[in-house]
């Protein structure tokens, strides 16, 4: 990040549950008409109006919540805006970012180049591609990215789409996202609410952990629902790509029409060299926490029934070799995350657990309930079983794909809150549901995997 940055005082705003808005009638478009702001006054509008005044005439960026991870957005149109984005994250600057929109409605204008002779817009014609028409009328609003041509003279600035001749746009579910945006009158850029490389915040305190002084405003929403991002596709060749894995998975896509022979079109390591990457999440290291993260994953044999003692004694050495110290104490703490198979501790020696928590991320703006990570710590023992050499904390995320995508950023925060110093995680399956996301998150952030 910039060590330039004035800090700021951050404040966090609570949105509460209720009616923010909804989409008008069909208005030609399909099941989406224009999104609608309800006039009724409350607090939680009276914030969002703050929030939207503040996106008008400030070149902060503000963290609102959606239905995938919390995004930190700023108008689109505004260059310095945008750059307040790089700023706050420490963002590299060839890493392009995705819209938000509130209806179709925005996106035609955004497709529409002025007219040159009376400097309007001619608003008329369907621009949006017709192969992306079945997406939109299937996931929309929802957790799916779109690549678009940028028509020029663009009404973008240049830093969102990082010298593409593209940008990715999508239309998020959340009531408050939406609201947010239609207020604000321009679509907002918005990349997950983190400090650059961190894990992605499903929560508002996520996002102060990691950009408290950055920003002034974090708008609350509650806890995220699908927990990853949106799954990026670029329908402008042929056959169609996935560019990134999330909320939509492959499956479902090759249902839609024109889709039915997609093909993944990511790595799970992050790419290398001087080009812009097509999509966020492509080329730079992600979704890492400060602790080392050893990733088993489902396929290797060894690793079934729980961690290999040799490879905590490895990290042992490495460390003592190194003359590294533990991250905050000497004492070693060791991180567990579960998913399926493992049992507690993951086969590792340890006391009887003697602390417990089961840690609430809380209910999400839609009012459903999300994922609890059950948390628990002991005394870690040598592989002797004959002393203690520091601490175990053990944390389950649920056993079905939706739980762990949703518990997956939260868990190696809450490890990394806890002070651990490694983290072993217990890969999925990586099939073509969601599953594909989480492991395409867990290998970006892993130091190592295990297969």
């Known amino acids: 990040m910039s060590q330039d940055l004035p800090r700021m005082s951050t404040r966090i705003l609570r949105v509460r549950e209720g009616e923010l808005g909804k989409f008008s009638k ?118 799916l990215t779109i690549l678009l041509p940028n028509p020029p003279p663009s009404k973008l600035a240049p830093e969102v789409t990082a010298g593409l001749k593209t940008f990715g746009v999508r239309m998020p579910k959340s009531p408050l996202a939406l609201s947010l945006i239609k207020l604000t009158g321009a679509p907002l850029a918005a990349p997950s609410a983190n400090a650059s490389t961190k894990p992605s915040p499903t929560t508002a305190e996520h996002v102060l952990e990691d950009l408290d002084g950055r920003i002034e405003l974090i708008l609350d929403g509650g806890p995220c629902l699908v927990g990853v ?49 097509r999509a966020p999440g492509m080329k730079y290291k992600h979704y890492s926490p400060k602790a080392k993260v ?78 609890e990570l059950d948390v628990q710590e002991a005394e870690f023992y040598d592989t002797t079983g004959g002393a203690s050499v520091g601490k175990l904390m053990d944390v389950s995320i649920g056993e079905d794909t939706r739980s762990i995508a949703q518990g997956l950023f939260s868990a190696l925060r809450e490890l990394d809150r806890r002070g651990a110093d490694i983290i072993f995680v217990e890969g999925t399956v990586d099939d073509e549901d969601i599953g594909a996301a989480v492991m395409n998150r867990l290998r970006k952030a892993a130091s190592q995997i295990k297969s």
Not at 235 to 260: F, K, N, Q, T, Y
Not at 270 to 275: D, I, N, V
Not at 320 to 328: D, E, G, V
């Open 26 to 143: 069909d208005e030609g478009r399909g099941k989406l008409g224009s999104w609608e702001v309800c006039q009724t006054e409350s607090p939680s509008l009276a914030i969002l109006h703050e929030a939207a005044d503040y996106l008008k005439t400030r070149d902060t960026p503000v963290a609102f919540p959606t239905e995938t991870v919390y995004g930190l957005g700023a108008d689109a149109t505004r260059s310095t805006a945008v750059k307040g984005i790089y700023s706050a994250k420490g963002r590299p600057s060839d890493n392009p970012l995705i819209i938000h929109i509130s209806d179709l409605g925005m996106l035609q204008s955004i497709l529409t180049p002025e007219n040159t002779l009376n400097g309007t817009a001619d608003t008329r014609h369907d621009r949006i591609p017709e192969v992306y028409k079945p997406l939109i009328e299937r996931f929309w609003p929802g957790p």
């Open 294 to 371: 050893v990733l088993y994953e489902a396929t290797f044999a060894a690793g079934k029934d729980g961690v290999q003692p040799e490879d905590v004694e490895a990290f042992i050495q490495d460390r003592q070799i190194q003359q590294l110290p533990a991250t905050r104490s000497e004492a070693l703490q060791v991180g567990i995350i579960r998913t399926r198979y493992w049992r507690p501790a993951a086969g590792l020696r340890c006391s009887d657990f003697k602390k417990r928590e089961m840690v609430e991320t809380g209910v999400s703006q839609e009012g459903q309930e999300t994922v």
């Open 229 to 277: 991002e949106s799954t990026v596709v670029d329908g402008l060749c042929d056959p169609p790509v996935i560019l990134r894995p999330g909320g939509v998975s492959i499956d479902e896509l090759r249902a839609c029409a024109g889709w039915e022979k997609v093909e993944k079109g990511y790595k799970d390591q992050s790419e290398t060299g001087k080009s812009a990457p």
